[in-house]
C-alpha cells in the first residue's frame, strides 16, 4: 500500500510561501557574509490596486502592429457626462492608433488648435515675428533637436538667430548652436531647492550677479541660421539704476544704465546694423538688487523656438514659475505656440504606479494654461528609453504607460499631443539608435547624440510643414 504524502507537500508548500512572504519585506542589498539579497516581491505581478493599467513591455511589443493603443475609458477619464468643469471643455475621443506619431493630434475644443500659429507664420512675410517656447528636460538640453528643428524652420519661413539664451548653462560647451562663457553668477532654478530663491523667469531661472559678472555670446559655425544677429534684449529687475558694460564684436566697449522699475520685469535692447554682429558681451561692475533672467539673439522677422529645457525637469517644478511674472515676460515675446516635453526623469523598469505623476502633470498643465492664457500647447510625450531587462536592453515597461497617460490629459485639458514614443520608432528604437553607425543615441539608451538630435529634429520640421500645408488646403476650400 502506497504512502499518501498529501499533507506533508501541503505542508512543504505552505513554509515555502511563509519564507517567500518574509523574504519580500526584507529591504534590498542587506548581506550574509559576502551574499547580497536581492530585493523580492512575489506579489509583484497580482498588485492590481497599483498596477499601470496592466502595461507591460510585452503588452506594448504584441501590439507592435497596431500602434499600441493602450486606449483608456474616456469615460472614467473625464466623467460620465464627459465634461470638465475648470473650462467646460469637451473630451475629444483619441485619435486612431494608426495616426500616433504621424500627426499632431487635436484635442483642441474647435480642432483648431494650430490655426492662429500658422496664420503668424504666413504673416512673416509682412514683418511678423513667431516665437515657440519649448519646455523640455534633458532630452533637448544643448539645443539636441531643437537646434536642427530651429534651423530648418527658419531656412523655410525666415529669421536668424538662436532666439532665447541662458546667462549660465551646464551644457555650454556641448552646444553647436552657439559658443556661451560666463563668469561671477549664482543661478535658482525650479529644480535646485533654496531658501532665498528670487521670483524665476521663462526658464524657470534666476541669475543674480557678482561684481564683475560677466556673460558673452558668440555664434557657432554649425547652423547656417545661427551665427548672426542684430538684436539683442536682456531681461532683468532691478531696484535701482545700475551701471554696465557692452560690447559687440571687437567694438570698444560701451557704458550705459539699467533703467530700474520696482519689482517689475525690465528690457535693454540693443539694435545694430543689418549684417549684425557674431559676439556679444555684457558686465556688471554694479550688482546689489539686479537679477538677471537672460538675453535673445535675433535678426529680423522669422521663427524663433526659445529652447527652455531643465536638466531632471518632470514637469511638476513648472508649478514655481508665478504666472503675472511670466505674463509680463509674454508681453515682451509674444509666444505663439508652447511645447512641453517631459516624462523621461519618471520612466523607470520597476514603475508599477503613475497615479502620482499624472496627478503632476495634471496640475502642470492647468498651470501652464495660467501662465499662458489663450495660446496653443503641444504635449509631446516621453520618448523611448530602453533599459535592461534579464540580460537584454529593451524599452522600459513605464514607457508605453506615461505616453498614454499624457495623451489623456492633453485630452481633457484640450491641448494639442504628439505621440514622439511612436514617432521615433516605437519599442526598441533606442537600442537601434545606439547601434546605428552614425550613432544616433548614447549607450544610456535615454538621451540622443548630436546626429540623432538631428533625425528627430528634421522629423518634426517635417510635422510642422505637412501641417501648415494641410491647413493651407483646408483654408483654400472654405
Known amino acids: 500500500m502506497e504512502k499518501n504524502y498529501t499533507g506533508q507537500a501541503l505542508s512543504l508548500a505552505l513554509l515555502v510561501l511563509l519564507l517567500l512572504t518574509g523574504l519580500s519585506v526584507l529591504p534590498g542589498g542587506m548581506t550574509l557574509g559576502d551574499f547580497e539579497l536581492r530585493k523580492m516581491d512575489i506579489f509583484e505581478d497580482i498588485r492590481d490596486s497599483t498596477a499601470v493599467d496592466s502595461v507591460s513591455l510585452a503588452e506594448s511589443t504584441a501590439q507592435l502592429d497596431t500602434f499600441g493603443s493602450f ?65 523640455g528636460d534633458s532630452f533637448v538640453e544643448g ?32 552646444k553647436r548652436t552657439l559658443k556661451h562663457n560666463f563668469r561671477g553668477w549664482t543661478a535658482y532654478s525650479i529644480i535646485k531647492k533654496s531658501e532665498n530663491r528670487p521670483a524665476l523667469g521663462l526658464n524657470g531661472y534666476a541669475y543674480r550677479p557678482e561684481p564683475e559678472a560677466k556673460v558673452h555670446y558668440e555664434g557657432a559655425r554649425y547652423f547656417r541660421n ?80 526659445d529652447n527652455f529645457s531643465v536638466r531632471g525637469n518632470s514637469g511638476g517644478p513648472l508649478k514655481l514659475l508665478a504666472p503675472e511674472f511670466i505674463h509680463e515676460f509674454d508681453a515682451v515675446q509674444k509666444y505663439d505656440l508652447i511645447v512641453i516635453q517631459v516624462g523621461l526623469n519618471a520612466v523607470t523598469n520597476t514603475l508599477n504606479n503613475i497615479r502620482w505623476y499624472e496627478a503632476e502633470l495634471d496640475r502642470t498643465f492647468t498651470h501652464l494654461k495660467k501662465c499662458f492664457p489663450g495660446k496653443p500647447i503641444l504635449v509631446v510625450s516621453v520618448g523611448d528609453r530602453g533599459g535592461k531587462m534579464g540580460t537584454e536592453i529593451v524599452t522600459m515597461r513605464g514607457v508605453p504607460a ?57 522629423m518634426f520640421a517635417k510635422l510642422f510643414l505637412q501641417e501648415q500645408a494641410n491647413w493651407r488646403a483646408k483654408k483654400k476650400l472654405q
Open 71 to 135: 486606449q483608456a475609458d474616456s469615460a472614467a477619464l473625464a466623467g460620465a457626462d464627459s465634461t470638465v468643469s475648470e473650462d467646460t471643455i469637451r473630451i475629444l475621443p483619441a485619435k486612431d492608433s494608426i495616426f500616433f506619431g504621424k500627426t499632431f493630434e487635436d484635442y483642441t475644443p474647435q480642432q483648431q488648435g494650430l490655426n492662429r500659429f500658422f496664420a503668424a507664420v504666413d504673416s512673416i512675410v509682412r514683418g511678423r515675428t513667431v516665437r515657440i517656447a519649448w519646455y
Open 226 to 305: 545661427t551665427q548672426r544677429w542684430n538684436r539683442v534684449k536682456f531681461f532683468y529687475t532691478a531696484d535701482t539704476e545700475r551701471s554696465f558694460v557692452w560690447q559687440a564684436n571687437n567694438e570698444a566697449p560701451h557704458q550705459e544704465k539699467l533703467p530700474a522699475k520696482a519689482s517689475r520685469l525690465s528690457t535693454w535692447k540693443w539694435t545694430g546694423s543689418e549684417a549684425g554682429t557674431d559676439a556679444f558681451a555684457i558686465r556688471f561692475p554694479e550688482t546689489s538688487g539686479l537679477l538677471a533672467y537672460g538675453a535673445t539673439l535675433e535678426n529680423g522677422p522669422g521663427v524663433y523656438i
Open 402 to 458: 506615461i505616453v498614454q497617460m499624457q495623451r489623456n490629459l492633453a485630452r481633457k485639458h484640450g491641448l494639442l499631443f504628439y505621440d514622439l514614443f511612436w514617432g521615433m520608432g516605437g519599442p526598441n528604437t533606442m537600442l537601434k539608435f545606439a547601434h546605428q553607425r552614425p550613432r544616433l543615441a548614447n549607450t544610456d539608451y535615454t538621451h540622443l547624440t548630436h546626429d540623432g538630435g538631428k533625425v528627430v529634429g528634421l
Open 143 to 174: 539645443d539636441i533637436l531643437v537646434g536642427d528643428l530651429r534651423d530648418t524652420l527658419q531656412t523655410v519661413w525666415g529669421g536668424a538667430g538662436v532666439g532665447f539664451v541662458p546667462i549660465t548653462s551646464e551644457v555650454a560647451q556641448f
